[in-house]
């Protein structure tokens, strides 16, 4: 399970993360639908501060041999659609939920008050019964204590936080495809 510990100095901020979420250039479909993401979600710069202990969780993907395997079984299918990440992100998710939920089960001796910050949207609500988030209805988060905010929405610059810990990230992805998850201990 590939896992750093890394220095609250190591994080770095920029308020300015949070309106990459919306651009010129990208519309993600959560921003403004979703009790965690921009621009409700929160700026915690100064609440991350709180904690001691931080650890950055990733996956690493092997994005070339699943072209190649993929070019193999659908042929007629170009780079460019199998490259599509849409395809691959409840699969990414899911995978880096479960390295989370190890690591979790294999650091007990930590555990406490913690703030994990997920990959991507928070998911909690989309399951047969509650049908997504229910943002949009003005209602309030069915499940204020299981909010999974991700590091992108509370401020965090995850490229260069990355880069910064000397981690190979390919930005666009053309080898390997990463996924990251920041877990705080207080």
Same mark, same amino acid.
């Given at each position: 399970m590939p896992y750093l510990e890394i220095n609250r100095k190591d994080i770095i901020f920029d308020p300015k993360v949070q309106t990459y979420c919306v651009s010129s250039n990208f519309q993600c479909p959560s921003y403004g639908h979703s009790w965690t993401c921009p621009p409700v979600a929160p700026y915690l710069e100064g609440g991350v501060s709180h904690y001691q202990k931080f650890f950055l969780i990733y996956i690493q993907f092997d994005l070339k041999s699943y072209i190649e395997g993929k070019k193999k079984n659908y042929p007629r299918r170009s780079e460019e659609s199998i490259r599509n990440t849409f395809f691959m992100k409840n699969l990414l998710r899911d995978k880096l939920e479960k390295e989370i939920f190890q690591f979790l089960n294999e650091h007990q001796d930590l555990l406490g008050e913690k703030l994990i910050l997920w990959d991507g949207f928070c998911r909690i609500c989309f399951n047969k019964k509650d049908k997504g988030c229910n943002y949009d209805s003005g209602i309030p988060c069915r499940y204020p204590n299981k909010k999974r905010y991700s590091m992108e929405a509370v401020g965090?610059? /995850?490229?260069?936080? /990355?880069?910064?810990?000397?981690?190979?990230?390919?930005? *666009? *992805?053309?080898?390997?495809?990463?996924?990251f998850s920041l877990v705080c201990f207080k």
């Open positions: 965090i610059d /995850v490229t260069i936080t /990355v880069k910064n810990l000397n981690l190979a990230i390919e930005w *666009p *992805p053309i080898n390997h495809i990463y996924r």
